[in-house]
């Protein structure tokens, strides 16, 4: 064999041994720090354990766990529809989703940070030099490998790793938590819009009794029987609930135009959904009742934002052990292999190769205490971040406690208002026929009229305040989130990608 096909051979050996190297050392990653792990061991804190102190709503059948099919337990196929249209364009929804995609970048980054690199490197050049006499042109070429890997000694990498796939848990529970309030956000404006519209048919029913009783005082007043004054009072009556009714309208408008920007739909499709069906009179949507468990772990649990605290605080402890990890000896392995052909104006080629290996150890020594403050910072951000992780737990059983309050006092008084309303309608129907009778005038039956229907206007209310404590407590109990699932079965808005 010649010896220009021998050096070949040889050349190529040797950058063959040193691509071995990636795989052989990357093979010897470990979990954590070779020589142990710097930094706290994270441990999930354990979250309230004391019983609600406000009695749960009436159990039918459902528990915390149905919370994932709420919508549909509203039996309202316009406030699902609108819902799903919401979380198919919307704004928070995709900055959340973004921010799942820088997180799992960065985990990425982090992963990688623990393994050997291997790049590739290529040159030529054309130069010219002289030794007193004519210029020398020359030819070089080269091509090669280098390779390095950080040996993780006291698991500063790990302790990045672990950061990272917190953070990226996190931001899925936020965008968990978005999907949430975006769906309570957009069932408040549908029940808003409901109540508006019973508010309307209220106000024009109050109205038409208001501008017949102003029409027969009028005529009393005409024929002597009663002062123009009180003829003047009743017409003023009777424009006031006019224009009741036309602000009660106006309010309706407006709740359509916020439902257009929440759920993207257009105004002409939006109108399509909310429209009833022929014959049919407004209505609230109607909520099933369910049980919300004794302890509040089991709804905390579901809370998105607890979840996200919560990561949020095992990243923070994780970042201690990066910033305690930098005040160790940090052990870097590097190697290069570099082929080198390089000819002179007249003289044939002449090929080198050079190639190198060896470990690098940095011993940190004096930095005026910049390690040790970002240690100090590090353990810092981890106590705000418990801090912050206890304020959301208590700020969540909180909301369940305020959200079983208002049930509770809705029906309380569900009973007293029904059996009022009852009780003025039946006055109303006795007055009528009275009137039928000839033993009660019409301002007497009109009277009774606006007394029954300020009655159901109550009783409105409280329907629509029981409603909205359901919202509420929806909101409240992590609408059905559970986080054991989520990383598995997230389903983000059309086209994006989890």
């Known amino acids: 064999m010649s010896p220009v096909a021998t050096g070949a051979r040889g050349r190529l050996l040797r950058m063959a041994a040193a691509a071995a190297i990636v795989p052989l050392v990357a093979g010897c990653a470990l979990p954590g720090g070779l020589f142990g792990t710097v930094g706290p061991d994270y441990a999930t804190p354990a979250p309230p354990a004391a019983r609600w102190h406000a009695a749960p709503p009436a159990a039918h059948g459902g528990s915390a766990a149905a919370l994932a099919r709420w919508w549909a337990q509203f039996d309202d196929a316009a406030l699902v529809a609108l819902i799903d249209a919401a979380q198919r364009d919307s704004a928070s929804l995709a900055d959340a989703a973004a921010r799942i995609a820088r997180a799992r970048a960065d985990a990425v980054a982090a992963g990688a940070a623990g393994n050997p690199s291997l790049d590739a490197t290529a040159g030529a050049n054309r130069s010219a030099f002289s030794f007193g006499g004519p210029a020398v042109m020359r030819t070089q070429a080269s091509v090669g490998l280098q390779s390095s890997w950080e040996i993780d000694l006291f698991g500063g990498l790990a302790r990045q790793r672990e950061a990272a796939r917190a953070q990226l848990e996190a931001a899925r529970a936020q965008w968990h938590d978005a999907r949430v309030a975006l769906a309570a956000e957009v069932a408040n404006a549908y029940a808003n819009h409901r109540l508006c519209e019973l508010q309307v048919e209220l106000a024009r029913a109050d109205g038409a009794s208001r501008e017949e009783t102003a029409r027969l005082t009028g005529i009393a007043a005409d024929a002597g029987l009663q002062s123009s004054a009180a003829a003047a009072l009743a017409r003023a009556s009777a424009a006031d609930a006019a224009a009741t009714l036309a602000q009660r309208r106006a309010e309706c408008e407006i709740g359509i135009k916020g439902l257009v920007a929440l759920t993207g739909l257009d105004e002409p499709a939006l109108r399509?959904?909310?429209?009833?069906?022929?014959?049919?009179?407004?209505?609230?949507?109607?909520?099933?009742?369910?049980?919300?468990?004794?302890?509040?772990?089991?709804?905390?649990?579901?809370?998105?934002?607890?979840?996200?605290?919560?990561?949020?605080?095992?990243?923070?402890?994780?970042?201690?052990?990066?910033?305690?990890?930098?005040?160790?000896?940090?052990?870097?392995?590097?190697?290069?292999?570099?082929?080198?052909?390089?000819?002179?104006?007249?003289?044939?080629?002449?090929?080198?190769?050079?190639?190198?290996?060896?470990?690098?150890l940095v011993l940190p020594l004096a930095d005026g205490g910049r390690r040790a403050a970002n240690v100090d910072a590090a353990r810092a951000r981890y106590t705000a971040a418990a801090a912050q992780y206890r304020a959301r737990a208590r700020q969540a059983v909180r909301e369940v406690e305020e959200a079983l309050v208002r049930l509770a006092s809705v029906d309380t008084r569900d009973a007293d208002t029904r059996r009022a309303a009852a009780g003025y309608r039946a006055g109303l129907a006795a007055a009528q026929t009275r009137q039928r009778a000839g033993l009660a005038s019409v301002a007497e039956v009109e009277d009774a009229r606006r007394t029954a229907l300020a009655a159901e206007a109550a009783l409105v209310a409280l329907e629509y305040e029981g409603l909205s404590a359901w919202i509420a407590l929806y909101r409240a109990a992590g609408g059905g989130w559970e986080r054991d699932a989520a990383a598995s079965a997230m389903v983000l808005p059309e086209g994006q990608k989890q």
Do not use: C, H, M
């Not at 919560?310 to 292999?337: C, K, Q, W």
């Not at 090929?351 to 060896?358: L, P, Q």
């Open 272 to 360: 399509a959904v909310l429209a009833r069906a022929a014959g049919s009179a407004p209505a609230l949507p109607k909520p099933a009742r369910f049980a919300i468990d004794a302890l509040p772990a089991t709804v905390l649990a579901q809370r998105p934002d607890v979840a996200a605290a919560e990561r949020e605080l095992a990243a923070a402890s994780a970042e201690i052990g990066v910033a305690e990890a930098e005040r160790y000896p940090r052990l870097t392995l590097a190697g290069n292999v570099t082929p080198t052909r390089s000819r002179l104006d007249g003289s044939p080629t002449i090929s080198v190769t050079t190639w190198s290996i060896g470990p690098a």
